[in-house]
């Protein structure tokens, strides 16, 4: 086949399949030129005859099967149904909002302190006192063993002189809630 | 007034029934012809058409009227699932390939070629042809769906359809041809023999 026979050949093929293209005129009369194309063209032909007969024709359906109709239903939702469902979840998310926001207001956090210096230990929680509700503040104090007795620390006998640097947390009621040691104990 | 497929779907979204009802009766017959042509044994199709349809249950809201018509839809469905049977059964459709050389193995040669004949030779042409060439050829051809409409069902450009349908028709003509030069060959033979044998 020389290159002509292949631009045509599209065409060819669609016209075979009865599509005409604009160009079948000017690919016709090279089929009238060429005994490859024009026996190409018949084949073709009679390939979309026999395809034509091997189509078989769609058969009428009347019923539609029970498992199809019955998995339809189970897949509809009432509008009703959907609505409540909206509600439901609007009333989930606001709850879990709530609860957040309770949290975020009761919920007792260490703070941290503002001093890059003494950001490595932990507060220890006073268990005599109740959490601080909403504010505190973070007091630096210089303690002795007497102080430390008082916030709950056992008495030491060789503490009797030595004092300890610490923050202490005190709540809204003036009272400490945690206590944190920033220095190893310093001779008085 | 007879509706529209889009119409039907968006009744059946709603929760219609009789919509959804409508849609099968039109076109489960011709999901099962698909799967048939493809090479889904007979006993299977209805399967294929009702797994089908319960996607259509499951999934009518992926439906885009932008990116093709409701029947492309289901032909995109119905592809996927009839190449995943065959790929999940292609031993049995081995098994089944032989008995179908057996069956032709015991026809008479000297029987002359009825249009029937003609037809199911065709569909063994169709059935050996790769799975890409196979599907155009039986959503254009067999199915009588548009360049367009087949693009929409396998997922590509129309010109690569139109270019696989050409290629394949290319390959079914030369395998009828060739096959009807070796029955022609058979049958003079055996005619041959039959004239000498009678002398």
Known sequence: MIMSCQLWKPVLFDFARGVRSPEIDEALSHVRECTDCSLMLDQQQQLTELLRSAAEPNQEINKVPENLIAAFRANQIPKSSRSVSWIRAAIFVMVMLGGWMWYRTHHFEIPKTTSAHHDDGEFIPLQYAENPSNSFQVVRVQLGSSDLQQLGFPAAPEWENRSVKADIVVGEDGLPHAIRFVTAEIQR | ?199
């Open chain 2, 1 to 199: 007034m007879t509706a529209t497929d889009e119409q039907l779907l968006v009744r059946m979204q709603d929760g219609d029934e009789d919509a959804f009802g409508c849609i099968y009766k039109r076109y489960a017959s011709s999901m099962k012809n698909f799967a048939r042509y493809m090479g889904v044994p007979s006993g299977s199709t209805e399967d294929i058409a009702q797994d089908v349809f319960l996607a259509l249950i499951h999934h009518a809201s992926r439906f885009d009227p932008e990116r093709g018509s409701v029947i492309s839809f289901l032909y995109g469905i119905a592809r996927n699932r009839i190449l995943r049977w065959l790929r999940d059964h292609s031993r049995e459709l081995l098994s089944l390939s032989d008995q179908d050389q057996a069956e032709l193995q015991s026809q008479n040669p000297l029987m002359h070629y009825t249009k029937e004949q003609q037809i199911n030779r065709l569909h063994r042409a169709i059935l050996g042809l790769p799975e890409h060439y196979r599907e155009v050829v039986i959503l254009c051809e067999l199915q009588e769906l548009s360049y367009e409409k087949a693009a929409e069902a396998v997922g590509c450009a129309v010109g690569t359809v139109r270019s696989r349908l050409h290629r394949a028709r290319e390959i079914l003509s030369r395998r009828l041809q060739n096959a009807s030069e070796d029955e022609k060959e058979v049958n003079d033979y055996e005619l041959s023999t039959l004239e000498t044998g009678s002398l």
